[in-house]
């Protein structure tokens, strides 16, 4: 695991590339560190280059310490973290480059239960599986269960495009 604090006036690749060898390079098929940056410039393009140099997660420099030992152990289970803060500018960033709405009608949030209905709301706001599971007092078997059927429900294929769906829709228990 490697903590790096961005430097704004540097380019990414040089940020990546000042980390000693063995957090950058290995031999092939070798599992390469995980990295978390902690932002200071949250612009899209640069967060997409950190993307692209397989950085796991993402903190804001002057993020709570919860904030930042979840995202540690987040990303210590080969999972990315990305605070809601950053996850919606990159979606707003890259929404614009994104095909249109497909012609034939999505399948309806109303389809859901009204726990799934509960736990879409949560899971949309960015929020962990365990801080689901925590505001709604579930296990985290059971979250992980609920967010499969969400998503198989609605045809989404990650929580990304939850979010996104989430985008202008409201999600109430009814």
């Given at each position: 695991m490697v903590l790096v604090e961005d430097a704004p006036g540097v380019p990414v690749d040089e940020v990546i590339g000042r980390l000693p060898?063995?957090?950058?390079?290995?031999?092939?098929?070798?599992?390469?560190?995980r990295i978390i940056v902690m932002v200071r410039d949250d612009r899209v393009e640069r967060i997409l280059g950190y993307l692209r140099a397989d950085v796991r997660g993402f903190v804001c420099h002057d993020a709570p310490l919860r904030e930042l030992v979840t995202a540690v152990r987040v990303v210590v289970r080969n999972e990315?973290?990305?605070p809601y803060g950053?996850?919606?500018?990159?979606i707003d960033g890259i929404l614009p480059h994104l095909p249109g709405p497909d012609p034939e009608p999505?399948?309806?949030?109303s389809e859901l239960t009204p726990r799934e209905r509960e736990i879409f709301t949560l899971m949309a706001s960015g929020?962990?599986?365990?801080?689901?599971?925590?505001a709604c007092s579930l296990s985290q078997k059971t979250v992980k269960f609920h967010v499969s059927n969400i998503l198989r429900k609605l045809g989404m294929k990650n929580r990304i495009q939850a979010v996104v769906r989430t985008?202008?829709?409201?999600?109430?228990s009814a």
């Open positions: 060898a063995p957090f950058t390079t290995g031999p092939p098929g070798a599992r390469r560190p990315a973290f990305l950053i996850a919606a500018r990159i999505s399948p309806s949030v929020i962990s599986n365990a801080e689901i599971a925590d985008r202008g829709v409201r999600c109430a």
